[in-house]
């Protein structure tokens, strides 16, 4: 791959750079590099380095770079960046990257930096972008994009595209409106270089063209884009007049956002935190979900306090020596089941009824059960344990995973009907439940069979 | 949004006309369809269903719907179809989706498809490309891609590019190659648009063009075009020859299914199930999970029969009630750990020395574990237990939460330096290591402090 690798060597280089003020080997070493490769240096200096970089190389090198940094690092530069230092920065970028970077800071250093940005058009556009809402359609485009109208000859619209393509970083789709700037359809580059040049716009428009609405959420977005293969996809209002455009790098982002989310919730994390984020920010990310932990550690106590009499009767304390493995496989079980259906209803493919799912969670869980039963009775036999004991165990445990199973099932289909986000169903909150459920369902059982 | 949402109702009348072999209004019906709501139709048909309207439709249509289906479903249909019928759908598909077909065929039927494709250059393309490995670069190409001599001019290359671009779906850049077909450059539509009409391709050639080798890994692959925001990225062999291309479509899936697997790695569930799996396919790929759960169980059970003498003693009984919650707390901390580590080390973001992440996590124990423990030494005295013993449990309980922590973090991190995908480390493998030892750690200083 001719792709760029940062070693060791190239970072200790640079900060020696730094450090000594070279300042023109500086830019020998770093203009050349893609902006992505400078956002990765950037990340791996110290905050004061990275500052004298940013200040040091051209905003039309910078920009891009500091729109991909991590946005942490990201907030303590643009602190010590005065506004018009920033608004240099930001009359680079996209109006979508410039809208975010703009959107982090506080409101009153916005209007600041908006009022010194000196391309008016660009700054309308990008104050029209920051006030769509997060995670909609809206705040996700851009509004660079190229549009031709549908009367337009042929030889023409490749003279306006080829003005507005001088400002589109990349060329997707070129769109067809009419006088109101409602979308009528598009253009394929393929097309119109293989069309008679004494056509018009409107005889190779294709009339078909997938668009969303300013106030779709970005999830659906990314389905739609995803689903019919789009590498861009038209942004209208309720009148379908154009109003910007997503490209495929942003949903590609916001899949791994949402992938990264859902599997920090399976695994107890709220917040969206990095390993190299401060002790303080993963402590208030991670605490909560285990004091959840705790509370449900501190409720199987309490059940377990009420058969503290089962000590006494020395064939059945064994039964106490069960309950960490029945906590163990309620989770297991538990989670298992809610994560493969919070991935079915991301993907839209959990159908038939409730009825049909319940019969296919319990033969499921029957099936597992048995054999880990079997394991469980030959356990015992082995360990010299009472044929009656170990049986009860084990029909003790296959009520659990049953029910474990139902509830991991159950919960993330409620919570989605509900409108709630299903994957904080998977993770320490099933755990937790099954845990309880798990340990009470286990002495239930053994004391309806032995009577205790 | 203008999109196809599939209702019950129009599936219900497709179904009914396929009741009836009504085959024109069938094909009124669904002819204006994308391919991927016709994917989308035939997956919520039962299978003969299905094969009815593979067998109506057009290949044209149906090839690319018979792509997006999913493995299982699309197995059965190829079933029903002869070699034959199978190279006509074939000979409609880009040569990536169809070698992804057949490469999903018993290898006598291969041969057998492979034979019939009529279109002697495709068919070349297609063996070609099932000779790559799995997961490799090489796998996940197209060879349809659009290039142009270094030493043609500006004129004669649109006109190359003319006929190229009737066999590509998408014409994303223009690559250019010397006679020996290596990789010299691309071109940007938006370059030849403006550009001199006189000019050479050489002259406008951008030399600086990223690419893969085509044994790189899918994955490094999904990096490099997520980090660089390409759309399309060539292949090329050791001599730098120009094989194919992967676009971002493809990418968005191997971005797609590596969250899907993490994530179900992590719920403890092995191969790649849904769930509308069979019962079987996924008992298959849950029991094992669950075995290790058992096996980790059974463990404790031996612990905690070493300690049957405490029941002996009524005022430490308490000591077992508390075992499940010690189990769940290290199963919760060790998961948090991995995770956060596990999304470090996939994006590359685990800095600095292991000494410091070892400061870092114990540290992080030590607040969240303090916190904790003042809620169950209040509870403890709420309950009106001991205090020397709430004393126990709260220090046994950091003690567990700071080994959970540092086993959640190093485990992973030990895998991936030997090559083995971290991911499995999070999930049941954590949990059950976590709870044996927790439970062990637990009564070891529960005996220490107390002296039983």
């Known amino acids: 791959m001719a792709n760029f690798q940062l070693s060791d060597a190239f970072l200790e280089a640079i900060q020696t750079l730094i450090g000594a ?99 008016t058009a660009h700054e309308k556009d990008i104050r029209e972008l920051l006030r769509y809402k997060e995670n909609t359609a809206g ?30 970083t990349r060329v997707h789709s070129i769109y067809v409106v009419n006088e109101d700037n409602q979308l009528l ?18 005889d190779i ?3 078909k063209v997938d668009h969303v609405h300013v106030d779709e959420d970005v999830e659906e977005v990314a389905k739609v884009m995803s ?14 007049q154009l109003l910007g455009r997503i490209t495929i790098d942003d949903i590609v982002d916001v899949i791994k956002e949402e992938a990264d989310k859902d599997y920090q919730l399976a695994a107890g994390i709220s917040n969206d935190v990095e390993a190299d984020d401060s002790i303080i920010e993963l402590t208030r990310a991670r605490l909560p979900w285990l004091f959840l932990g705790l509370l449900g550690g501190l409720g199987s106590v309490f059940i377990l306090k009420d058969f503290e009499t089962v000590m006494n009767k020395p064939e059945l304390r064994s039964l106490f020596f069960y309950t960490p493995l029945i906590a163990a496989m309620a989770g297991n079980v538990g989670v298992q089941s809610s994560a493969i259906i919070v ?33 469980l009775i030959g356990f015992g036999q082995i360990m010299g344990q009472a044929f009656i004991l170990s049986l009860t165990v084990a029909i003790a445990m296959m009520g659990v995973i049953v029910m474990a199973a139902l509830i991991g099932t159950f919960v993330p289909i409620i919570l989605d009907k509900r409108g709630i986000d299903p994957a904080i169903a998977t993770g320490p909150f099933i755990t937790t439940a099954n845990d ?4 009470f369902l286990f002495f239930f059982f053994a004391q309806i069979i032995l009577g205790f």
Chains 1, 2 share one sequence.
């Open 21 to 119: 003020e070279k300042d023109k080997k500086l830019r020998q070493k770093l203009n050349d590099l893609h902006y992505a490769d400078i956002a990765e240096i950037i990340e791996a200096l110290t905050a004061e380095e990275a500052l004298y970089v940013i200040k040091l190389l051209d905003s039309e090198k910078t920009a891009d770079a500091l729109a991909e940094v991590d946005e942490d690092l990201r907030e303590k530069i643009l602190k010590q960046l005065s506004a018009k230092e920033i608004a240099e920065e930001v009359e680079e970028l996209d109006t979508d990257d410039a809208a975010d970077i703009i959107g982090e800071l506080p409101s009153e250093r916005q209007e600041k930096v908006l009022s010194q940005i000196e391309d």
């Open 139 to 168: 705040s996700l485009m851009a509004k660079e994009l190229v549009k031709v109208h549908e009367d337009l000859s042929v030889l023409k619209c490749v003279n306006a595209m080829r003005k507005q393509a001088a400002e589109v």
């Open 185 to 202: 359809g598009r253009l394929s580059l393929k097309d119109l270089l293989t069309a008679n040049s004494r056509a018009v716009v409107k």
């Open 205 to 207: 428009c294709i009339p």
């Open 227 to 240: 689903k019919y293969d789009l590498e861009a996809i038209p942004v209208v209002n309720d009148k379908k």
């Open 343 to 375: 991935q079915g209803l991301a993907n839209d493919i959990v159908k038939g009824s409730l009825l049909e799912r319940l019969f296919k969670e319990v033969g499921l869980s029957l099936i597992n059960g048995f054999f880990l039963s079997l394991v």
């Open 436 to 439: 309880i459920f798990g340990i």
